[in-house]
Each structure stands twice: as structure tokens, then as C-alpha cells.
């Protein structure tokens, strides 16, 4: 949970979490939407990816990224059994 934490701190990665909400991507097409260098978008996809909110499928030469909620849906169920269980203790 600590890499999807690291990985969400970013305003550039939340920015390409929405792109990737909208429509799978390539590398290129999300370097476009940003004044930042080639391998600094490579360094944020690296750690949407260890994170597992994105995943990466080869087109020929190309990646194309897809938005994998997977671990954000683990975390939220994580998040609101904890707010219960503090509800539950409370009463």
C-alpha cells in the first residue's frame, strides 16, 4: 500500500490516472499532454506501474497503458472496513 500511496502524492501521476479514465494511451500520447521530458513521464509510468494502477501491453513498438483499479478498490474496502471498525468501537 505504500507504493499506491507514493504513487497518488503526485499531481502528475493523478493527471495520468484521468487521461487513462478516458481511454488507453501510449507513452507518446501521454508525454504529449505535458511540458515535462520523455523520461520523467517514463519515471511516473514506472511507478503508476509498480504501484499497480496501470498496466502495459505492447502494440509492435509501442506500450499502450491501461487504468487498473484493482488495488484503488483493495484500498477503499481497506479504508472503509477501518472507518467501521471505528464506528463499531465508538458505540
Do not use: C
Not at 502528475?12 to 513521464?41: C, H, Q, V, W, Y
Not at 472507518?83 to 465508538?90: A, G, L, T
Amino acid at each position: 500500500m505504500n507504493k499506491l500511496f507514493k504513487a497518488l502524492n503526485d499531481p502528475t501521476r493523478r493527471r495520468i490516472l484521468d487521461m487513462l479514465k478516458e481511454k488507453d494511451l501510449t507513452a507518446g500520447e501521454i508525454a504529449d499532454a505535458f511540458n515535462i521530458s520523455k523520461p520523467s513521464i517514463s519515471h511516473h509510468l514506472d511507478l503508476l506501474k509498480q504501484a499497480e494502477l496501470i498496466s502495459a501491453t505492447r502494440e509492435g513498438q509501442f506500450l499502450r497503458y491501461s487504468l487498473d483499479t484493482t488495488v484503488l478498490e483493495d484500498a477503499l474496502q481497506w479504508l472503509m472496513n477501518l472507518v467501521e471498525q471505528k464506528n463499531n468501537d465508538e458505540q
